[in-house]
C-alpha cells in the first residue's frame, strides 16, 4: 500500500460530494455535469460527463445484494474556481440500469421536479454539508417494457436503460366467495389516496425491516396470476407476502406515520397504510387485528397488527406493499438498499 496515494485518496474523498441518502445503494453512479445557460436553455450542453463506478466489485445492476458505495463528484476539479461551482447542475443517478419494479434515487445540485415515464417528482432538499441537494425517489414500474427511457430534471436529460426484472407467473386458486373483486365502497378510493400521499419530511433512515419475524416468504412482487384459470389483465403481484400463523405480530417495517388503518374491506381486508415520506407509503393487508389508527406515529417494529385472511385471501399471511409517488416497488430493494 501506498502511503502517500492513500492519504491523497482520502483527501480527495473528503473533498467530493457527500450523498448521504444513498451511500448503500450498490449501483454505478453518475455524474452530469452542465454549465447553466439561462439564455439557452433549450441546448442542453453537456460541458463533461464523468462517470465513474463504485468501487471494484459493484453489482452491475438487477443484483440487489451488498452495499458498495457510489460517491462522485466533480467538486475536487472545480476548487480551483470556487466561483464556477454554483454554475454548474449535477444529476446523479443511482443505478442508470434499472430493472423492473426497482427503486433509484436522482440526485440534483437544484431544487425542482424530475419527469420519467410521463409522470413528474418532486425533488426534496436534503441536509448535507456544502451546496445543497435535492433528491427524488423513482419507483420503475414493473409493468414498464424493457427499453431505453428519458429521465428529465431542469434541464438535463439522461437515459436509463430499463431491464427486465423476469418476473414469473403465478396460478391461484380462490373459493368462490374469495373470487370476487368487488371492493367494499370507498375502498378502491381511499387505497389510492394514500398511495398518492407525498409529505416531505423523510421519517426513515436506513433499510426497512421485515414485517414478519421468521415468516415464509409465500408470494414475490412481481409475478402475473392466473385465478381459477382466468389470466388477471394488467395485475401483477404488486406486493410481497409473508405467509405466517394467524396472530403473528406485524410490526411497522420503518418509522413513519399511520394514514389509513380499515378494517372490513372486501378485497383490502383489515389494512394499514404508512406513509414514511418523500412519497414513501407502505401497506399491510389482510391482517386479522389492527393496532394502531391514522394519524399515529410508528418507530420501526412497533406492531401494528397481526396476520390474518382478511378480504381476498386464501390464506393466513401478510401482504406487504411499498409505493413510492404512487407506484408500486418491489420491497426487496427496500429491505437490502438505504434509500
Ligand atoms: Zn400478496
Redesign the pocket.
Known sequence: MNNSSSISRKLRLATLYFFPACLSVAFQSYVLANPVNSNSPEHQRRASISYAKARAGALENDSMGGGTSALVSQQDESTSTPESSQDVDHLVISNLKPVQGETIMVSSSHPGEVKFNNESVSLFADAADGQPRYSALIAIPAQLKPGTYQLLSGGLVESLAVGNAHYGTQRLSLPKSKDNFQASPGEKEQMEKAKKTVSSEKMWSGVFQHPVKHARLS?RFGLKRIVNGKPLKDYF?S?T?FAAPQGTPVLAAAPGRVIVAHTGWRLHGNTVCIDHGRGVVSISIHMNTIKVKPGDSVEAGQQIGTVGKTGRASGPHL?YGIYVNNVASNPDYWFRNTY
Open positions: 408470494t403481484h406486493g407476502d401482504h
